[in-house]
């Protein structure tokens, strides 16, 4: 049978030896909703079984004779089709970041699966109101009681909500089709939206920008007016009002018919920041973040797409919102390692957006006080434009840091984890009335192991990386594999305390309560943000000042405004200054500096106490006296040394299996490819490993790691796609799995 149109079907499993199209025929009655990106059911393999797919492209030509090409069976409704342009952006998602083309896909879809439509139906009394009358009064007389009812109610009301009329006037569907038939109503029906947007803030007039803000909006909007598209980066200090500048710009751009993403990296900070664009724009503002439920996010995707909305704000999944007209992309703390998937693929999200930007002919803005090293020396070879925002916008004063030697503290006798300097500052100003947050530093603990008398840290002697303390008594390297022995006395001073170092946030908690009894305390972690709006619940608690100290994580630290948060406490800057990772120190003079901005912000002065074992570290006093380049010129001595990003690329290739004989002789084979690669081409690529990762066995799967190093990322990419082919070509690994992450944000 011959047919008009023939579409490539990605099949949806995500398995390497599948990872190509399948063409199908279109029937014609399927040709209208048969359109690129569209789901689909087609019969696949010798049992013709059914199964989902993605349509991809579509041409008049049979590529195989016509007999051998099975139709489509059906095309899904109401599932979301997938823009034309994402298609693109996902095999350059698959290039780039491996995996397959249906992980790729999926990634690139907001909304995974169809969802009911929400609808409101009404009946509208649609005959003239004497006939109604009239007919109303006869029915009556007949003791009809349910017609009676219901045309009683029209005549009070002229419509009435469909669902009402069923559970409170009883109308059965006898009833209804009375009515009908007599030409008295009619039904109507409205979609309406899962609204996931509460309390909206009432509307505010625009905020008047600084000269140095609007020096920024000027110059960025010159560009865009003239044509040009690039990528920004806005350096301003914590208060300096990075989000006004963002603001003003995407009115032009809103303005102008386009339409705009913002990404923020946590879903706490989701509340505060829509709160103040919903102030600016209006309910042309949504959110999507993995807190919704499937209808909310069904929902606003299908907002987006029909564009009913001109801003789309949420974390790291909001980048793929399904705008036709897309302007630009705005990444607010774009040094946030959250932007990174953790998943295959595992792409980054300042990457993908730039990349989907030159897809669209969009421009994109990143913010941050303090960005990571890769955006800023790109901005150093011109690849991207910095602008610096040098003081804060309301004209606060930054805070008074005090650095606490925490080796002096226990020289002093002072083994509480509240040093003498912090439990005075707490005292004082809970005193004047003032609130208090409490910083637990633990991103990225890995059970390092310090010593409290000296402050030494046991590291690997290969990778300048601190050891990783396992319950077996060794210290392992999870780069590169070296291991030693738990020692009993500190090698450097000789002393008794060296121990894994580590503290939790109820454990502050308690002490705090205990400290200070009349104190109103809050902590905020994973255990009690678990719940749908806990995030929300707390943060309003503590700006309404139902509490005096709020205890948490780095998940306080990130961009809230509270004006009567005088003091910011960290407790420990150690815990991510020697995590098992070449970005630690990185991590530890970010999130130092957004939780000493988080203090004075407003008309009451700001003080900050930053606990550490090393008050020397060029992190600490970075972060401490709030100089950006100061950090950024030693960072980058260490990463040239040791050829880490952004100096050089990394390739991680993680092995994985449940048989420990198979995932070691499936690495070892990896990196025997890898090598042999190398060597054939003559390149400079450097292999460390095989070794296995941080975390070597999960759920009885064992996990082994390979690291290559390059300045070049094509080769990197090279090396990838080779291994991923003979590995694909091999049939002795079957239950392996083999992933890959590039430049990865932490240890495995």
Known sequence: MAYKSYADIIIDISHENLDKTYQYAVPDNLASSAVIGAPVVVPFGKGSRTIKGYIVGLSNEPKIEVEKIKPINSVIKGAPVIESHLIRLAYWIKENYGGTIN????????????????????LTLVMHRSEAERIYEEQLKKNNRARARILKALLDEQAIDYDMAVKSLNMNTGVLAWLTDNGIVKTESRQIYRNPINNQGTAKNR???????????????????????????????????????????????????????????????????????????GDRVSILNSRMSDGERYDQSLRAKRGEIDIMIGPR????????NLGLIIIDEEHEGSYKNETTPKYHAVEVAVKRAELTGSFVILGSATPSLESFSKCASGDYKLFTLAKRAKDANPPKVWIVDLREELKQKNRSIF???????????????????????RRGYSGFVNCRSCGHVMKCRHCDISLTYHADGRLLCHYCGYEEPMPKLCPSCGSKYIAAFGTGTQKVEEIARREFPGARILRMDTDTTRNKGGHQRILSAFARHEADILVGTQMIVKGHDFPLVSLVGIIAADLSLYAGDFRAGERTFQLLSQAAGRAGRDAIPGEVVIQTYHPGHY????????????????EMLYRRLMQYPPVAHILLVLVTSKDEEKSENAVKYAAGIIKEYIDGNKLASQVIGPAPAELSRIKDVYRRVIYIKDNNYDILVGIKNHLEDCFGNTGQ??????????????TY
């Not at 999944?317 to 036709?324: M, N, R, V």
């Not at 912090?422 to 003032?434: A, D, F």
């Not at 079957?734 to 944000?745: I, K, R, V, Y």
């Open 103 to 122: 992980d790729a896909l999926k990634t690139v879809m907001p909304v995974k699966k169809a969802v009911r439509i929400k609808e409101h139906r009404q």
């Open 207 to 281: 905020v008047e920008l600084n000269a140095e803000q609007q020096a920024i909006v000027d110059e960025i909007l010159k560009d865009y007016y003239e044509g040009k598209r690039r990528t920004y980066l806005i350096h301003g200090i914590t208060g300096s009002g990075k989000t006004e500048i963002y603001m003003d710009i995407i009115s032009k751009v809103v303005s102008d018919g386009k339409q705009v993403i913002v990404l923020i990296p946590e879903i706490a900070l989701t509340y505060q920041t829509v709160n103040r664009f919903y102030e600016r724009f």
């Open 317 to 324: 999944s909001a980048l793929f919102t399904p705008f036709k």
């Open 419 to 441: 040093s003498r300097k912090l439990k005075s500052l707490i005292e004082e100003k809970l005193s004047r009335n003032e609130q208090i947050m409490l910083f637990i530093n």
């Open 619 to 634: 992190s600490i006093l970075a972060a401490a006296t709030g100089n950006y380049e100061e950090f950024y010129e030693q």
């Open 733 to 746: 690994f079957s239950g392996c799995n083999l992933q890959f992450d590039f430049n990865p944000m932490g």
